[in-house]
């Protein structure tokens, strides 16, 4: 599990960043174009390549964010459950879900170091709405390339990624055993409880005062 999310960190930071015109931007022209405005970033920014935590989380916030569809990806991981829950606890489970996504990578995103990407011909046809966009990450020092996968659909916002499949395994699937195990012992705010801690730890404690 570890070893599949930390490929899928890597995944998410190749994905870049959405773009202003995204609704008029083919999927893999945006999938292309973003993780290299992102790739720049990085490169040019010592305090990020050093682990700055503010400049990491704004990076995110303004970058990473706007490229996937959150809800759908917590929908798909929670899977049947989803069903199960009100408004209130599916607006509670993306939150968390987000939140345990983006604080695991954003810990994680000093860490790049100089991997670079292959782009593949996208397979679609006119009307498509629901399209893989198709990547191999080759990693330094003679590791084995990565194939990394964004399944992406249209909405009235854009190309959003609903899930990331890495070595061919999928990110939501991943996810969804333990969410469906943690929703059968405790129900579904037992699965809140579990993200929300998960969020504390690695927020880290809060400063002390005085």
Do not use: C
Not at 158 to 172: A, E, P, R, T
């Amino acid at each position: 599990m570890k070893k599949s999310l930390s490929r899928f960190l890597m995944a998410v930071f190749f994905a870049g960043a959405a773009v202003a015109t995204a609704a008029e931007v083919a999927p893999d022209v945006l999938i292309r174009e973003t993780s290299q405005d992102v790739l720049a970033i990085v490169k040019k920014d010592k305090d990020i390549q050093a682990g700055d935590k503010k400049k990491i989380h704004d990076l995110v916030d303004a970058k990473i964010l706007p490229l996937f569809d959150f809800k759908r990806m917590t929908q798909l991981a929670v899977g049947r459950g989803w069903r199960q829950a009100n408004p209130a606890q599916q607006e509670a489970l993306v939150k968390e879900f987000r939140t345990l996504l983006v604080r695991t990578y954003s810990s994680s995103l000093a860490a790049y170091k100089g991997h670079t990407i292959d782009y593949r011909p996208l397979k679609m046809q006119p009307g498509d709405t629901d399209v893989t966009v198709k990547t191999v990450v080759t990693q330094p020092g003679g590791q084995p390339p990565i194939p990394i996968d964004y399944s992406m659909q249209k909405n009235p916002e854009g190309w959003k990624v609903y899930d990331v499949v890495v070595d061919n395994v999928s990110l939501v699937t991943n996810y969804r055993g333990s969410f469906n195990s943690e929703i059968r012992q405790s129900g579904i705010d037992g699965l809140i409880k579990t993200l929300v801690d998960k969020n504390r730890t690695a927020e880290g404690p809060s400063p002390s005062k005085g």
